[in-house]
Structure formats: C-alpha cells, structure tokens
Nanobody, 123 residues
Framework: QLQLVESGGGSVQPGGSLRLSCAAS????????VGWFRQAPGKEREEVSC????????NYAGSVKGRFTISKDNAKNTAYLQMNSLKPEDTAVYFC????????????????RGQGTQVTVSS
C-alpha cells in the first residue's frame, strides 16, 4: 500500500518553530520528488516547497523563503519541512505529495499524498 504520513504539526506562538515529517511506505522516496503544500480555511491550496528525488534541488514559495527548509533522508524514506520564524499566516493544514518531479499539476503525476497535519500559529 502506497502511503505518506505527515507528523510534527501542532500549535506554536509567532516566531516559533516546527519540524514536519513525511514518512513514506510502500514505495521509495529515493525515486520521487516531494512537495509540501498547505491549505488554510477559505484559501486555495498553496505549494510551499519541493525537493527533487536526489535532494539536489529545492524550491520555495516566496512567502516562506528564508524561513522554511525542505530536506529528504532517502535512507529513512522520509522528507522534512523545518519551519522557523512562524507567522499567524502560516496557519494551515500541511500535507506532502510525492511525484517523479516537482510538478504536481495533474493527478496522473501523483504517486501518493498524505492526509495532512495541522499547524496553528497564534499568540
């Protein structure tokens, strides 16, 4: 069974940090790029960051650049999103998606997606 499971979400004050994990089972992340997305109530889904299968290339949304860091440990079959200097506007459900490349515009490209983890930034 192909599965991605996110963890590490929670509630944090502005300026705080969280590290999200995306653990894969049933397939190897070594051969797939991983994207992190978020969706807040009433807002469209936003691609936050992506890392290529090798981990050699990353990209970030302008809203998180310099604050978030994506990484991937193929030996642990897990991807991560380190989130620092969190802001209230970062509040959303965060979920990860695996695909051959950092292109997620079609369901036919998607290998698997997780159910999401809630991140709440509030004082």
């Amino acid at each position: 069974q192909l599965q991605l499971v996110e963890s590490g979400g929670g509630s944090v004050q502005p300026g705080g940090s969280l590290r999200l994990s995306c653990a894969a089972s049933g397939f190897s992340l070594e051969y797939y790029a991983v994207g992190w997305f978020r969706q807040a109530p009433g807002k469209e889904r936003e691609e936050v960051s992506c890392i290529t299968s090798s981990g050699g290339h990353t990209n970030y949304a302008g809203s998180v650049k310099g604050r978030f860091t994506i990484s991937k440990d193929n030996a642990k079959n897990t991807a991560y999103l380190q989130m620092n200097s969190l802001k209230p506007e970062d509040t959303a459900v965060y979920f990860c998606v695996a695909a051959p490349f950092c292109v997620f515009d079609s369901e036919s490209r998607i290998k698997s997606r997780g159910q999401g983890t809630q991140v709440t930034v509030s004082s």
